[in-house]
């Protein structure tokens, strides 16, 4: 009998232990997995989640979830409960950005069923990252997978950098599919120049001088869709899974540069304004996002 009293008493310990775990946890609502709480108020776990693609730090919402927030705050990144990192949320007309991951305010530069998770890294004149980007850390990678709700995405580097005269400059690059499934990116080649550089900023580098940064970019006119949601399939190449290819980028009116080591940079774009019912296309989905890369070059 005192045994089954001992028994009884011990049960009682644990759960009542268990009920204010529960009772003081800051969000109940979060759960293993991936999770985003914004302002400590709105939480987003793996249950509203469909995917998050790492290559562009895009979370995309299953059907009957939506982004659509409107105050400026804070945001915290979970990985099975646990925080990785903390985060800003500010409206398109901030001024003020920081050195941390930030969150824009709805509306944003994509449609409402995506939460983009922003990063602007800081460089100086060399190249060098002055602040470093967290939002790859490898426990949120791990719940990702936890779910099935990890992709790799695209990545892009620079192949070469070869200028023929002062203004004229050649880019080639590599891009790869990282993922079991095939996707469709932003063919320059298909959309010519100008109107691939609505998208990007493309290549570019600056310097530091005694007038501050002096900075170095195409100056070929932009083209223009017909609205920031106008988009072609025409545009768009298909990059089967676990493929690569090469994409060439030609400038003939870059801002000369003079002598010198350059660290050049170059924004590789992808389509932000997609509605969610024409992601999947034939043989493949569009991809989202934009990469950012770099390389040293001599100009002799």
């Known amino acids: 009998m005192r045994t089954i009293s001992n028994f009884i008493f011990a049960l009682i310990v644990i759960l009542s232990v268990s009920c204010k775990k529960n009772d ?34 895009l979370v995309y919402l299953k059907d009957g979830n939506t982004f659509s927030y409107s105050k400026e705050g ?15 949320i500010l409206s398109m007309s901030s001024t003020t950005i920081g050195d941390k991951p930030v969150i824009e305010c709805a509306p944003s530069f994509f449609d409402d069923y995506i939460i983009a998770i922003g990063f602007y890294q800081i460089t100086d004149s060399t190249g060098k990252f002055l602040n470093n980007d967290p939002r790859g850390d490898i426990r949120i990678v791990e719940a990702l997978k936890k779910h099935h709700q ?3 995405g695209l990545s892009c580097t620079i192949d070469t950098i070869n200028f023929t005269s002062s203004k004229n400059a050649t880019v080639s690059l590599v891009l790869t599919n990282n993922d079991d499934l095939n996707y469709y990116y932003l063919d320059p080649q298909k959309m010519r120049t100008n109107l691939f550089h609505y998208f990007t900023n493309g290549l570019y580098t600056f310097a530091n001088n005694t007038d501050g940064y002096n900075y170095f970019f195409n100056k070929d006119s932009v083209e223009r869709p017909k609205t920031i949601r106008t988009w072609d399939k ?12 090469k994409i060439i980028v030609n400038y003939a009116n870059f801002k000369p540069l003079s002598k010198g080591t350059y660290t050049m940079f170059f924004d590789f774009p992808g389509l932000s304004w ?16 934009n990469l950012k890369m770099k390389k040293k070059i001599l100009i002799k």
């Open 150 to 152: 990890y992709l790799n």
């Open 24 to 57: 003081n946890e800051p969000f109940p609502t979060m759960k293993d997995g991936f999770g985003l709480v914004l302002n400590d108020s709105i939480v987003y776990n793996y249950t509203q989640i469909d995917f998050y693609d790492f290559s562009s730090h």
């Open 274 to 289: 997609v509605d969610k019912k024409d992601l999947q296309q034939d043989n493949g989905r569009i991809w989202l996002g």
């Open 74 to 88: 804070t945001f915290k990144v979970f990985a099975n409960r646990s925080e990785i990192y903390s985060g800003k």
């Open 234 to 245: 025409k545009w768009l190449s298909l990059l089967k899974s676990k493929e690569s290819t």
